[in-house]
């Protein structure tokens, strides 16, 4: 596992989200406040890009049919049975790193960037 550099701070919309690639899983990187959280940006339930829901108290809630998934945990309130990965997050400089396993990185693309 290492952290690879992901976006930078200013491209987060405040209380938002941004979908970004990483191996070979889709990522939402959230904004909440000063703090940042990154999860499986597909949801559980048909697939809808978290990225584009809404937050509220450290969940987002899907954009499709509202189920919510927290920032830090994955777990849903509203769909017990589902839950999202949930990765850790870095924040240095104005820029994002998130914690992935190294084998799941194609080492022949220029990015990600590793600090
Ligand atoms: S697709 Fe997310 S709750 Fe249905």
Known sequence: M??????????????GGWQIRLGQDVIGIFRQADDYFAINDLCPH????LSEG???????FCPWHCFDFHLLTGESTIAPHLCVTTY????????IFILYPDELIDRNSDWPDEP
């Open 2 to 15: 290492s952290y690879f550099k992901v976006a930078r701070t200013s491209d987060i919309p405040a209380q």
């Open 46 to 49: 048909r697939g809808a890009p």
């Open 54 to 60: 809404f937050i509220d108290q450290e969940k987002v």
């Open 88 to 95: 850790p997050v870095r924040v240095e400089n104005g820029e």
